[in-house]
């Protein structure tokens, strides 16, 4: 049932449900094969770059159709994509900013189920995913219209710029309904690449930038202060004074730049950007609990936090 929305509009009133929820762009596609970047993933991993992630090795046949992620016939079916922007930290921050409130799984995850509570049709089947299943969330960013794929191989949004996350709603809406003109015009007039600069892969302080496009994880700060769950008697490579994450290559990025940004996600901002190495070090796990165990942080835990000073 439809109500008051026109269906011939769809697209247009989903836009305006996406704003209205918060969401800075908003866009879909058809769900489809992403062959090519099935097999640039394939080329990644024969170089061993996905370090000790060993998760991206698997699920690949959903990655490549992710109608099978629904679990339904959905082979008609839509991606939509939203974008949602988040803050940048003062300079010398040791934290990433991403990291400057709650986690933003959950905090997006939330926002994208309210999206779907008020899609105008009856009997949609749907999944909602940020950051969080096998699926080739920046390349469909790309295919819906909201953007490009940088160098550093960060998505960039033409209107937030690259210090953005990304939501993922799978459905079996036929992507008939949603197709029109203005989807169309925005895909046609979305720029395709950064500008290729160079200044990612000069600035990157470990040379994990081995070209444009692909980092080597093995050598990636953010990689081995986060995704590694090791712990360091002597540091395979110096951190730079980052203890979670690492901006080297979005800093010197030109598309690098504020937006407006949810409060959930800036809830730790003045905490985090006023502690000291020392302070992070002399971290009670009581004021872990306290502060961060619905943040981003809780990724790797205060012991390797503290591993990473």
Not at 159 to 183: F, Q
Not at 205 to 222: E, M, N, Q
Not at 250 to 277: F, H, Q, T, Y
Request: neutral net charge; aromatic residues 12%; contains cysteine.
């Amino acid at each position: 049932m439809v109500g008051f929305f026109n269906i011939l509009d769809m697209y247009h009133n989903l836009s305006h449900i996406a704003s209205q929820i918060g969401f800075a762009d908003f866009g879909a596609a058809p769900i489809k094969s992403l062959t090519q970047h099935t097999q640039r993933l394939k080329t990644y991993l024969e170089h061993n770059y996905n370090a000790g992630m060993s998760y991206l090795e698997k699920n690949i046949d959903k990655r490549d159709n992710p109608a099978l992620l629904l679990g339904d016939d959905c082979s008609n079916g839509t991606i939509f994509c939203f974008v949602v922007p988040y803050s940048r930290a003062v300079d010398g921050t040791p934290v990433a900013s991403f990291a400057l409130g709650i986690d933003y799984h959950s905090v997006i995850k939330q926002r994208l189920r309210i999206f779907c509570s008020q899609i105008p049709l009856n009997s949609v089947h749907f999944r909602v995913f940020t950051d969080s299943a096998p699926i080739f969330e920046r390349a469909w960013a790309v295919e819906c219209g909201l953007g490009f794929w940088g160098c550093n191989n960060f998505f960039i949004s033409e209107k937030v710029g690259l210090r953005c996350l990304l939501g993922i709603i799978i459905t079996d809406i036929d992507y008939s309904l949603i197709d029109c003109e203005e989807l169309r015009i925005k895909k046609a007039s979305v720029k395709t690449d950064c500008g290729h600069c160079g200044n990612c892969i000069s600035k990157c302080p470990t040379g994990a930038l081995v070209k444009p496009f692909c980092i080597d994880a093995r050598k990636c700060i953010s990689y081995l202060t986060i995704e590694d769950k090791t712990l360091y008697s002597e540091k395979p490579i110096s951190f730079e004074k980052n203890i979670f994450g690492c901006e080297a290559c979005l800093r010197a990025c030109p598309w690098d730049k504020e937006a407006d940004v949810w409060p959930e996600l800036i809830e730790n901002k003045d905490l985090i950007e006023g502690m000291s190495i020392a302070d992070w070090q002399s971290l009670t796990e009581q004021e872990w609990l306290k502060y961060f165990k619905d943040s981003s942080l809780s990724r790797c835990g205060l012991k390797k936090i503290k591993n990473n000073c």
